[in-house]
């Protein structure tokens, strides 16, 4: 079992940035693959970024590439997101997911967290 904590949300003006965090539990993290999902008030659950275990692969959605960059800590036993020139149709949920191997299907991760808000005001 696999438990994660996000962190690092909050509200930010456009052309902000902002760092989320996600803490895994247990010594396991390393076998992981990490993503990044958002969901809007009245949209989909959608998928932001991921990386894959070893951190020398990453992927990314359109809308966020050249803005949004993960990263991962495997001694640390954390994954990050770091988002900038945010707008604010980056307002939502961020959720951290723990999976097999890097993806963009949300159903392909095992573990998800409890999610951190991030608003964007404008």
């Known amino acids: 079992q696999v438990q994660l904590v996000e962190s690092g949300g909050g509200l930010v003006q456009a052309g902000g940035s902002l760092r989320l965090s996600c803490a895994p539990s247990?010594?396991?993290?390393?076998?992981?693959?990490m993503g990044w999902f958002r969901q809007a008030p009245g949209k989909e659950r959608e998928f932001v970024a991921g990386?894959?275990?070893?951190?020398?692969?990453?992927d990314y959605a359109d809308s966020v590439k050249g803005r949004f960059t993960i990263s991962r800590g495997n001694a640390k036993n954390a994954v990050y997101l770091q988002m900038n020139s945010l707008q604010p149709e980056d307002t939502a949920v961020y959720y951290c997911?723990?999976?097999?191997?890097?993806?963009?299907?949300?159903?392909?991760?095992?573990?998800w967290g409890q999610g951190t808000q991030v608003t964007v005001s404008s």
């Open positions: 997911a723990a999976g097999p191997s890097r993806s963009a299907i949300a159903v392909a991760y095992n573990y």
């Open positions: 247990g010594r396991t993290f390393s076998r992981y693959a």
């Open positions: 990386i894959n275990r070893s951190g020398d692969s990453t």
